[in-house]
């Protein structure tokens, strides 16, 4: 089995994430070969919460330019999880 964490890379910090969280939505980005079951094992592993269900997306890299010359370099691809929870549970991850 895979650590949970090698599976969950980070939160996305956006004004999007921050008002879905209130409605017990949170936004991961996540290893690009993760599966909705694995990274429902990890969610539940790492916060001990109660998931409800996993969407996942796949975001292309952007095509960059760079400044010397005029060559075109690309950003990485990223996969992204949007995690909902059973109601009653939270994950404590921008609180101080």
């Not at 999007?16 to 070969?33: C, D, M, N, R, W």
Request: hydrophobic share 40%; charged share 30%; glycine share 6%.
């Amino acid at each position: 089995m895979k650590d949970p964490r090698d599976i969950i890379l980070k939160p996305i910090v956006s004004e999007k994430s921050y008002a879905l969280i209130e409605q017990g939505v949170y936004t991961f980005e996540v290893a690009p070969a993760a599966s909705k079951p694995e990274i429902h094992d990890a969610v539940e592993a790492i916060w001990g919460v109660k998931v409800a269900k996993v969407n996942t997306l796949n975001r292309k890299g952007k095509v960059r330019r760079s400044r010397g010359s005029n060559r075109l370099g690309t950003r990485k691809d990223t996969k992204r999880a949007i995690v909902t929870l059973a109601a009653g549970n939270e994950i404590p991850l921008f609180e101080s």
